[in-house]
C-alpha cells in the first residue's frame, strides 16, 4: 500500500492490452503506474503505413501522458523495465527506477522472430517499432534511388526486386504496397529505370496467403496481389538471407533471389520479460516465448499477476491460442481491469474471459481488403470501405482521425504517398557511375 | 553538350534556391540535373514546429522527384556532391558519380556555426535538418521525463531549464514554442513536476531581440516573450557551453545557467562547398563563407557559374547583404533561370537581380506574431494570421497545405500538439530513483 492506503497497481506496456486496462481502471481506488520504455501509444495497425511513406509516424503515435491526463489515479513512468522482482513484489527499470507493486500486469508484446538466424535481422528488417517503419522507408526508397543509379544491368536488378518474407496480414499489406509504389506511386518519377518493372516476391512457407483466413479469401488476396503486380510463393521456405538476397528452399528445389530490399514479416517472439517472468513464476511458456495465462488471465499461482496481449498464451476459449491482434489485447485489457478490481476487493472472479472475434480485415492496396466476419465475408472495395471505418475509428485522438484520413483520401485519388523522406543514413557510397 | 544536342545544366542543392531555379527552367531546352544529398524539398521555415512537436517531418517536406516529375527536361539525382571541378566542367557525389556540366548553379545554403567552438555542437544541436528537429523534440521531452523522474532539486531544477542562444527569428521561434510547451501543453501531464515552473532563457550578443526588425518590433516580441515565461537577455554573450549548462559573459559579469537542453540558434555558416568553390575560382568570401557574387549572380570571371540562395553574398542592391531567408533565394532562382537562359542563348543579361521584399514576419506563438513589411507594421494577432496565410500558400503541395493545416488549427483551439514523439535514443541511464 502507498502513504495515499490505495493499492499499488503498476502495468508495464502501453499497447493496447496495457493501456485500455490503464483506462478501465480509471474509476478503480488505487495508485495506478503505466511504464513504457516509448513516450507514446502506438497505432501498430497501420505502422506499414509509415513504412511505405502514406503516413507520418506522429500520425499513429499519440503521447501516453495526453492519453492518461486527466486520470488522476494514473501515472506515466517512462522507463525499460528489465527485472521483475515476483517475491519483494517490485519491477526495476533499465534507468534504475524502482516500483513495488500489490497488482502486477504485465503487456510488453512481442517483437519480430527470426527463427534463429539472427544474423538475418540486418538484411531483412522487420516492422514493430517507429525506428522500423522509417528503416523499411528508406530502404524501400533508396533501392529506386540506387537502380536509377546503376549501369551494371544485373546489379540495377538486385535493387528493383523486392522479397517480402511471410504472408500473413502484415506481409500481405506490405507487398500490395510495394506493388502500388511500383506501379503507382513512382511512375514517372524516373528517368532511367521503370519503378514499374520493379519485381515483388511474397515468400510464405504455408500453402497459403493469408494463412488465418478462410480459403477463398486467400484466394482473392493473393488474385489482387497478381493485380499489383506481386509473385506470390507459398509452400516455400527462405532458407538464407544475406546483403544480395534470399535463397529459397534447400536440395534441389533451391532458388535464389537477387534482392537488396528483403522485408521480414514472418514470425514473432514474445518480449524478453516473459521469460524472466516464466522463470521467477514456474508458468509454462510456448516455442515463441509466450506465458499460458489462467482462464482470468493471471499466472497460474499468482493471482495478482497478470499477463495480457501478445505475451499471453490464452487457450481456454477454444483450445486454440487467440490470435496476436489489437482486438484480443483491448478485450483482455477491460477484462484484466475488472479481473484486478475484482481481485482487489478480495472477490474471485469466476467468469473467465472470452474473446468476442469482431472479424478481422487485412488490406491489399488503394480500394482492395478482404474481410472475415464468421458469418460472412468480404472482398474487395465493401472490405476496404469497412477496414477504413474501423482503422479511423480505433484511432485515439480527434486530430489523428483527421490526418489520417486527409492522408488516405489524398492517396486515393492522387495515388501519390505524401511521407517519402529518406532520413537517417545516406545513399550507400558503393554505387558505381553509370555515365 | 549531350547526344540531344542540348547544353547541360546542373543545379547542386533542392532548397528554396535551386529548386525555384529548376522550376522555373522548366521550358528551356537543356538537359537539367539537379542534385541534392536528400530525396526531399525541406519547407525550413516550418522546421522549428517540427522541433516543437506542432508538425511531422512528412508535413513540410516534399520529394523532389515529385515536384519535377512531369518537368522533361530535368533529373533528379540523389547524391551528396564533394567535389567541384571548375577546369574541367564537372561535379562529383560521394557516392562517386560524375556530371558534366555547361553551366552550374550551386545552392547548397548554409549550417549552423558555432564561431569555432564545435565541442558546443554535441551540447546545443542547432536546427537545419529533419534529423535536427527529431533530436531537438527528443531533448526537449526527455528533459521533462528525467526532471519528473529526478530526486535531487538542483538536478531536476537543471532539466527544467532551457536555453536558447541566439534571438533572430529562429530563436525567437523556437523560445516562444518552448514557453507555450511548459505552460499549456504538458499542463497537467505530469505528477511530481509541474511543467509550468520550467524557466526558459533567450540569450543574445546583441542588443535586442529581433535584431533585423524595426526597434518597436523587437519590443513587441520581447513582450510577448515575458508573457509566455521566456526571460530575455540581451547584449549577453554565450562564453562556455557544456553538458550541464551555459556561461554568460566573461569576467565579473559571469554567470552560470544548469540547464541540461541548450538549444543553438545563433550562427550559420555558408555549406563547405563554397571554399571549394571560391579556391577553384577565386571568388572573395565574407567570414560566414558566403561567395561574393556579380550583379547577375554569376561568380567574377566564370559567367556560367551562378551561386544563389544562402551561399551566396549579394551587397549590389544596397551596398549590404541580402538577408538568409527564404524568400531572398526564391527570387535569386528565377532570376538566374533567366540569366542561365540569357547566357546560353549568348545573349549579355545586363539588368542585375533586385530584391522585391516581401516583408517579414516572425511567429512568437499561438496567435502572435510581429511583421515588417516596410510601410507598415503588424505585431499580434493580425501579424500571426499574415503568417499563417503566407506559410500555408508557400508549401508545395495541396495535401501539405491541408495537414499543416489541420494541425494548426487543432493547436490552435485545443493548444495540444500532436507530434510529441521521443524517438531515437531513449532515456539517459543515468537518472535516479526519486522514490
Not at 337 to 350: N, Q
Not at 401 to 420: E, K
Request: charged letters at 25%.
Amino acid at each position: 500500500m502507498t502513504e495515499s492506503g490505495r493499492p499499488r497497481v503498476v502495468i508495464v506496456g502501453g499497447g493496447f492490452g496495457g493501456l485500455y486496462a490503464a483506462r478501465a481502471l480509471r474509476r478503480a481506488p488505487i495508485d495506478l503506474t503505466l511504464i513504457d520504455r516509448r513516450n507514446f501509444h502506438l497505432f501498430q495497425p497501420l505502422l506499414y503505413q509509415v513504412a511505405t511513406g502514406v503516413l507520418s509516424p506522429g500520425d499513429i503515435a499519440v503521447p501516453l501522458r495526453s492519453i492518461l491526463r486527466k486520470q488522476r489515479n494514473a501515472t506515466v513512468l517512462l522507463g525499460d523495465v528489465r527485472e521483475i522482482n515476483v517475491e519483494q513484489r517490485y519491477v526495476r527499470t533499465v534507468e534504475g527506477l524502482r516500483r513495488d507493486f500489490d497488482v502486477l500486469l504485465v503487456a510488453t508484446g512481442a517483437r519480430h522472430s527470426y527463427f534463429g538466424h539472427d544474423e538475418w535481422a540486418e538484411h531483412a528488417p522487420g516492422l514493430k517499432t517507429v525506428e522500423d517503419a522509417t528503416e523499411i522507408r528508406r530502404r524501400i526508397l533508396i533501392a529506386y534511388e540506387a537502380a536509377e543509379q546503376e549501369a551494371d544491368p544485373a546489379r540495377r536488378r538486385a535493387w528493383m526486386n523486392f522479397v517480402v518474407v511471410g504472408a500473413g496480414p502484415t506481409g500481405v499489406e506490405l507487398a500490395g504496397a510495394l506493388g502500388e509504389i511500383a506501379h503507382e506511386t513512382l511512375r514517372g518519377d524516373f528517368r532511367r529505370i521503370r519503378p514499374q518493372r520493379a519485381r515483388i516476391y511474397l515468400v510464405e512457407g504455408l500453402e497459403r496467403a493469408l494463412p488465418g483466413y478462410p480459403e477463398d479469401l486467400s484466394e482473392a488476396a493473393r488474385r489482387t496481389l497478381r493485380r499489383l503486380g506481386v509473385q506470390v510463393r507459398t509452400g516455400t521456405l527462405v532458407t538464407h538471407i544475406d546483403e544480395e538476397g534470399v535463397t529459397l528452399g534447400s536440395g534441389e528445389d533451391q532458388r535464389r533471389i537477387d534482392a537488396r530490399t528483403v522485408l521480414w514479416a514472418a514470425g514473432v517472439q514474445a518480449s524478453s520479460l516473459g521469460r524472466q517472468l516464466a522463470d521467477a513464476t514456474g508458468a509454462e511458456t510456448d516455442k515463441a516465448g509466450r506465458l499460458v495465462v489462467e482462464p482470468d488471465l493471471s499466472l497460474p499461482g499468482h493471482p495478482s499477476i497478470f499477463v495480457i496481449g501478445d505475451l499471453a498464451l490464452y487457450t481456454h476459449q477454444t483450445g486454440k491460442p487467440l490470435p496476436g491482434v489489437a482486438q484480443v489485447a483491448i478485450q483482455q485489457g477491460g477484462y484484466a481491469a475488472r479481473a484486478i478490481e475484482a481481485h482487489l476487493d478480495g472477490r474471485r472472479r469466476r467468469k473467465p474471459f472470452r474473446y468476442f472475434d469482431p472479424g478481422s480485415l487485412a488490406t491489399i492496396g488503394r480500394g482492395k481488403a478482404v474481410g472475415d466476419f464468421g458469418s460472412f465475408r468480404l472482398a474487395g472495395f465493401p472490405a476496404w470501405v469497412a477496414w477504413v471505418g474501423v482503422h479511423i475509428f480505433y484511432l485515439m485522438e480527434f486530430e489523428n482521425r483527421i490526418l489520417v484520413a486527409t492522408q488516405w483520401a489524398w492517396n486515393y485519388f492522387t495515388r501519390r504517398r505524401g511521407a517519402r523522406l529518406i532520413t537517417g543514413q545516406p545513399l550507400q557510397p558503393e554505387i558505381k557511375d553509370p555515365a
